[in-house]
């Protein structure tokens, strides 16, 4: 599937030329940001192995690579929360990619929330064990156990 | 230094919880994602390990940790770009960290952009190596050969 993609040249051809060589890492994915496309926020950080990266490009829809589960996965498949793509960016040194989607349906995240990242961390201070988060833009968008049912919704999708 | 970060307990105490107890992978390593505080572009992705996190957290500035010169590196220690944290939040499971910053000087990227996403993968076809990346935002915000030297650019900060 690697295949799919040009071979990486230099560096000067990575990063300054026009063709799509991901850098996939020893597990054979790069990271993708995925943030909202009305909005800037960050929904997501998750992978991609090369199968999920050509599907995405094919399809406009955000496939992703589950280290967990180890397995290819459809944002959305099973609770319909799928994500179109709207625009694709990829790094200088291309191991890397962000998307901007489309969120269909209230939320991105497993938990319920629209984006995986409903926690501050407060600055300002060494972290000394008792740092306490700030829980922001954290209201429930959907009931979780509605959507995923009583499996592990960390295995949810 | 991971102890300077709380245990982690179980998925409900780390998702819905208030402590800091970041999962770093089996290099000691979180994801983090920067983007501009003015316009929400993403700018960068990189990696951090305990003290980098650490000294974010503390100085509001963002630290990262160099996989290829494992290095901890003050972004702009060397070039003066250096990024000031308005905001930290961390995703669900705590293994990546979103920061939002003022990007001091033109740009975040070695090759002299603003953004290290300037380049944009075209959807809506299967990749078949012939993909070509439009340069988008892609101007040159300042000239990387003045910024850092001869040295190679890609172990620059």
Redesign the interface.
């Known amino acids: 599937m690697t ?4 071979e990486r040249g230099s ?1 000067h051809e990575v ?6 060589a991901p850098r996939f890492d020893a597990d054979g994915l790069v ?1 993708c ?1 995925a ?1 909202d496309a009305a ?4 929904l ?2 998750a992978h991609m192995n090369a199968e999920a ?2 599907r995405t ?2 399809s ?1 829809q955000a496939w992703y690579y589950s280290r967990s589960r180890r397995a290819l996965w459809r944002k959305g498949e099973s609770s319909g929360h799928v994500q179109r ?1 709207t ?7 291309q191991d ?3 998307i901007k989607v489309e969120q269909a349906r209230p939320g991105a ?3 319920g ?1 629209r984006s ?14 008792s ?6 833009d954290a209201e429930k968008a959907f009931d979780p156990q509605a959507v995923y049912g009583k499996a ?1 919704p ?1 295995k949810s999708t």
């Open positions: 295949d799919t993609f040009s560096a990063e300054e030329g026009p063709a799509l990271t940001v943030t909005n800037g926020d960050v997501m950080v990266l050509a490009i094919e406009g793509v625009e694709m960016r990829i790094d200088c040194d890397a990619v962000w995240c497993h938990t929330r995986c990242f409903y926690r501050a961390v407060p600055l300002g201070k060494a972290p000394d064990g740092q306490v988060l700030e829980f922001r592990d960390s």
